[in-house]
């Protein structure tokens, strides 16, 4: 278990995967409950990935698994809606890749081999991963025998198990995808040609003059686009026209806030329970527990790091005295004075940690106090560190903790620390097992304060919360179409709110708090709709559909105005390369032709085939590919770029040395780096996938 631990605090490295049933039969209730027809497979399938059937429980299962090793790595009981959110599309994700990444991997017989993965475990070329999970603490270095230490006990834990199954199953999905991209690598070739065209390019650098005639000079009535250009553009180019199915809605909220009554009403409470507070033979810390919706931090602190507020009353007030009641931060606070003290800043001090054993409770309390004994008769407190601490990170540099403030600490350390005196040697007990700890030093002491804040946060009332939701009851039951809604709003002066292309798997709606289920309405109900009134957060929402986009290619008329101005531009262009083409062949110099056109010749240096954009022209590869082939001296022919078109006279040119060869690695380097990063989304995108995935969360 040792092992594991540490294994544990290391991964966070790794992508999280599993899943908790009580979200599971939470789904399987409201199925249940929607009657047998729910148990057809079509109804129960998530998705379907190139034809393969992905039930609810199979997919669930991932999503359960990631939770519950995100729990067991993070430590944590629980889990956040947000994180939930997340670990479900990391598992769609997931299954996505395995589905079609399994189909190629099949087809081609790759696979990893048993003798494959032992070699990247225990083998020369151990995986990063390994290497990283089983290092030696102290010096860095992979231990190889630690790892077969685990594999030979982790038939015995049931946590250790699934940790291997899951680093396990990453290394080979990850070699497997290694596989298939480096066969794809090692089809791609850099040629002779495509390195001679290169190095051509890179070998020159030019100084050049340019005219740009923009579209902006051709007006659009000097153009015709007709119906039948449009229509050809739209059918030859149906893949720019496509769209996901997408919902618009507007919507009221009915906020539910405290009024000056819950204040008041919280304010009186606070005040009720001021006496007891200020009672001394009351303990403050427990009080606060108990009562307040603060918590209480115990630390000791000086007057100048409390607000103004509390500073003024601290510095001559005593013990137990107690100030307020005071508003802030929405809440109403009584302060107390616990204690006042002399307190360092800061405590030097070294320890030697002795953890509990389950077995024999009383062993880590004995083994102490024998080691306080051959302290006090002059045993070496370092060395005995190094022998028996078990807090590794210290006991390597004889149990020295350095320097440390106060909080920096559990509780019962801090307090040892900085209330012992200096040279002490005393033993405390913290949630990490029995510490020894040798007071060596201690800053300068300064006057400082424990205080007590018992706090009541303003909250409505349910008589508030009752008064809210009828208000939006009234209201929906009064304005119960889109007509009567839009009426009410504007007669009301009312805030109406948007939500525009909302897709069926969003999570979110402007500043909604959880807005799932209205989600989810907006794809069941028709144009013109009236929502139920949702309760999200701390607000009522009554929504009404405005519009439904459909999946699939958009109508004509959507992107009419959207092509027309395309081809529009296409027509301008045409007019603007015949222009300057003449001007060109005219004979006349640049500065003439730019004359002609009422525009100014611009200028630009230092121009590679690599330039990113130039100066006065913009983001313009024609340009610069314009400009880095045309001879010296002479005016180019007109070329179109994105913003207009240009004419180029190239005033100076630079021949540079280039290294053939590391141009060649450089393209390999670069189609290689292709390969890996699109491999994967090219494969998705050729993919059929069908979501169902909003039928169920």
């Known amino acids: 278990m040792a092992t594991l631990e540490r294994i544990r605090s290391k991964g966070g490295v790794l992508v999280a995967v599993m899943i908790g049933f009580a979200l599971f039969a939470f789904i399987m209730t409201d199925l249940l409950s929607s009657g047998s ?26 999503v359960s698994e990631m939770e519950e090793y995100t729990r067991l790595n993070s430590g944590e009981s629980s889990l956040d809606a947000e994180m939930v959110n997340r670990l479900r599309d990391q598992a769609w994700n997931q299954l996505i890749n395995e589905v079609i990444m399994g189909e190629k991997y099949q087809e081609l017989g790759i696979e990893v081999t048993s003798a494959e993965l032992l070699e990247m475990v225990t083998g020369n070329n151990v995986h990063p991963t390994i290497r990283q999970l089983f290092s030696n603490p102290q010096t860095g270095a992979f231990d190889r025998e630690q790892v077969i230490n685990f594999l030979r006990s982790k038939q015995y834990d049931p946590t250790a198990n699934f940790y291997w199954t899951f680093v396990e199953q990453q290394i080979i999905n990850e070699r497997l995808f290694n596989k298939y991209s480096s066969l794809l690598e090692n ?11 290169e190095a051509r390019a890179r070998s020159s650098k030019v100084d050049f003059n340019f005219v740009v005639s923009r579209l902006t000079s051709i007006t659009d009535e000097e153009v015709n686009v007709t119906d039948k250009e449009i229509e050809t553009y739209y059918n030859n180019n149906q893949d720019e026209f496509q769209q996901e199915a997408s919902r618009d809605i507007e919507y009221l909220t009915f906020d539910v806030e405290p009024t000056e009554g819950d204040r008041e009403q919280t304010r009186q409470r606070v005040l009720e329970m001021q006496d007891d507070f200020a009672n001394p033979d009351i303990d403050a810390s427990q009080f606060v527990r108990i009562n307040s919706d603060i918590p209480f931090n115990g630390r000791y602190q000086k ?13 001559t007030a ?21 204690d006042i003290a002399q307190v360092p800043d800061s405590v030097k001090a070294r320890h030697i940690l002795l953890r509990q054993n389950p077995q024999n409770p009383n062993e880590a309390n004995e083994v102490a106090d024998s080691l306080i004994t051959l302290l006090k008769k002059g045993a070496n407190f370092a060395e005995l560190a190094r022998q028996y601490s078990e807090d590794q990170g210290s006991a390597i540099n004889g149990g020295d903790l350095g320097w440390f403030r106060q909080g920096m600490m559990v509780k019962p350390f801090d307090d040892a620390s900085f ?7 005393v033993k405390v007990e913290t949630q990490f097992g029995t510490h020894i700890i040798h007071i060596q030093d201690k800053g300068v002491a300064a006057t400082k304060y424990q205080l007590a804040t018992l706090g009541r946060e303003v909250t409505y009332s349910s008589q508030t919360y009752q008064n809210v939701y ?29 939500g525009r292309n909302l897709n069926k798997n969003d999570r979110q709606v402007g500043a909604l708090e959880s807005p799932r289920q209205l989600v989810k309405w907006t794809f069941e109900a028709e144009t013109g709709d009236m929502s139920p009134i949702y309760e999200l957060g701390d607000q009522f929402v009554i929504a009404v559909l405005t519009d439904i986009t459909e999946e699939g290619t958009m109508p004509l008329e959507a992107v009419r105005s959207r092509i027309e101005r395309q081809l529009m531009n296409d027509h301008k262009k045409e007019v603007l390369v015949e222009r300057l083409q003449q001007e060109k062949e005219s004979g006349k110099s640049l500065q003439e032709i730019a004359e002609g056109l009422e525009v100014e010749v611009q200028s630009a240096s230092d121009i590679d085939f690599g330039a990113f954009q130039v100066a006065g022209a913009g983001v313009e590869p024609a340009l610069v590919a314009l400009a880095v082939f045309s001879p010296e001296n002479e005016v180019s022919d007109a070329v179109a770029g994105s913003n207009g078109v240009y004419l180029v006279e190239v005033t100076n040119k630079e021949e540079a ?9 450089q393209l390999a380097r670069t ?11 090219t494969i998705r995108e050729e993919a059929e996938i069908v979501d169902n995935r909003a039928n169920f969360y």
């Not at 607000?307 to 003024?312: A, C, K, M, P």
């Not at 005593?318 to 616990?338: H, I, Q, S």
């Not at 209330?419 to 040697?425: A, E, P, T």
């Open 37 to 62: 027809s729910m148990f057809q497979r079509s109804q129960m399938e998530v998705a379907e990935i190139n034809g393969e059937s992905i039930s609810i429980q199979d997919f669930q299962a991932r």
């Open 187 to 197: 089809g791609m070739l850099v040629t002779n040609q495509w390195v001679e065209s």
């Open 470 to 498: 009828s208000e939006a009851t009234k209201f929906a039951a009064l304005n119960n179409t889109a007509e009567k809604f839009n009426q009410a709003i504007e007669e009301q002066n009312l805030t109406k709110r948007y």
């Open 318 to 338: 005593e013990e137990n005295e107690v100030y307020g009641p005071y508003f802030e931060d929405n809440t109403y606070k009584l302060t107390r004075v616990v």
């Open 303 to 315: 007057a100048e790091a409390l607000d103004d507020e509390i500073r003024g009353f601290v510095t």
């Open 657 to 665: 040395e280039v290294d053939s060869e590391q141009i060649k690695q």
């Open 419 to 425: 209330f012992g005196d200096k040279g002490d040697i």
């Open 671 to 681: 189609l290689n780096s292709k390969v890996s990063y699109q491999l994967l989304q």
